[in-house]
């Protein structure tokens, strides 16, 4: 079907000269102009409002057509229980289409469920079962009160053995335990012949539930074939083909950039540069701010657009930029032999990725050859600069293992927030994380499964607009700073330049000042931007 295409009301804007790498990106200001479109269009629906007061996540796409640009303009999922509406890019595939097959099959499983409910409802134990337990229960303490009766019998053991009384003691013992087993399958026969149709409507529902199970699965594998991708080369490829041999997540190809880039290419429109951004509150796990630009996940869409974005002159990824300058920046400012203490710059990985990134590891083992150990005793996020505890033994490895493991090392991290905060502000900030599975590697609040995560703040100084603030983690998880500063439970001000949790900038603006531990103590100014 034909798409809207926006006009853009734009001037002086310089059209980029390659597309946006979707994963990392500064949102152009033609997409920043269309996104504001956007917006002011949500405003004229207050039927929508409850709905994008809960959060939902859209995106636009700028698009060239003769001489003309234009933008197309998407939501993530359902928007008002609809999958179409006439502003927005349809989805790759309608599920929601009147007719088709999986509202057809998915009634048919719904149906199911309704049928297993009923059943469920109706199994109830024998109440024979209750009266069984009661005589068991008294028959063992009969048994109980018996058995401490022949063991004060036994106190006087030549006594029985003249009068034969220790056999008769053991027969009685013999005797009791079998009238047991006799009891209790007395009982159960009972029972048995009580619960026939208990045991038909049980036998019901495991049938009814592999049936649910098959067709399910069934219509799962069905719906995943229907998600069939373009890209520029005008090659398709249908999901399972892009995330064989996994399976693809639920809701894969509903998001925004799949659904834009699919609108563009079966309309012959050419993709310019593409946004995501937040609308409304942020779930109470996951972190989003209302107006903030998001890079496409990665559990769900990295797939997909690897296969979507071939055939466009696609932006570098900025992450693997300045690679020689990355190595140069990482200082060794002391070594002993057994230790070693860095300075990472901002844009460095701690350990190798997946991708062909320079990563601190790698580089440290080029410069200290002699080193024997693991190295790397601990992480800084990649985007987080400072200092770095390198083990050059195996030994001085456990021993640093062991100091972090009873929390005897102390971190003192700086960071700047987006916002102003009162001077001399301190608490400690307790959320519980978990990963979020689905868009790794986004750190998740969890107060059910999270892990727990304490971090202690004090605000020190307000610079042009900004807190600079002093972090001291109690506990070490993946991302803790970074959420705590940003969750609205938490400080609900992120750190300048977060990409995941804030807005965007030239660099994260988080450093890992201090270190002290035993009789060391450390301090880097080095890559200290704050």
Known sequence: MAVTVHPLSVKEVSVPKQFTYPFCYEPHPLCVAAADEVRRYLAQHPEWHDELQRGKMFGVLIVKMANELGFLAAFSGTLDGKTQHEYFVPPVFDLMAPGCYFQEEEAAISCINRQIAALQSTLQPSPLREKMSEELSAYREQMRQHKAERDVLRQNASHLKEEGREEQLVRQSQFEKAEYRRLKLSWEERIAADEVS???????????????????????????????????????????????????????????????????????????????????????????????????????????????????????????????????????????????????????????????????????????????????????????????????????????????????????????????????????????????????????????????????YRVLDNRDGHALLELRPITGRTHQLRVHCAHPLGLNNPIVGDRLYGRPAGRLMLHAYAITFEDHSFTDTMNCVL
């Open 198 to 456: 208990l045991r038909e409507a049980q036998h019901q529902i495991e049938l009814l539930q592999q049936e649910r199970h098959e067709r399910s699965i069934a219509l799962q594998q069905w719906l995943f074939q229907q998600f069939v991708f373009l890209n520029a080369l005008g090659d398709e490829k249908a999901l399972p083909d892009l995330f064989r041999p996994a399976i693809p997540p639920s809701g894969a190809g509903e998001c925004c950039a799949p659904r834009l880039l699919q609108a563009a290419y079966r309309n012959g429109l050419q993709p310019l540069c593409m946004a995501e951004f937040w609308v409304g509150v942020s779930p109470s796990d996951e972190l989003r701010i209302d107006g903030h630009y998001y890079p496409a996940c990665n559990s769900k869409c990295r797939p997909i657009l690897r296969h979507m974005l071939k055939g466009l002159d696609v932006e570098p990824n900025p992450l693997l930029a300045d690679r020689e300058k990355l190595l140069s920046q990482l200082y060794i400012i002391y070594n002993d032999g057994e230790l070693a203490v860095v300075s990472k710059p901002a844009g460095l990985l701690s350990v190798p990725g997946k991708d062909d990134q320079p990563n601190a590891r790698d580089a440290l083992k080029s410069a200290i050859p002699s080193a024997k150990g693991p190295l790397i005793v601990h992480r800084l996020d990649m985007e987080t600069s400072g200092l770095m505890l390198i083990a050059l033994t195996e030994q001085k490895y456990h021993e640093l293992q062991d100091l972090f493991l009873h929390r005897r090392i102390r971190k003192v991290y700086h960071a700047l927030l987006e916002r102003e905060m009162p001077k001399g502000q301190e608490g400690t900030i307790s959320l519980p994380l978990r990963p979020d599975f689905d868009d790794r590697p986004r750190q998740m609040v969890d107060k059910q499964h999270g892990k727990p995560a304490e971090t202690h």
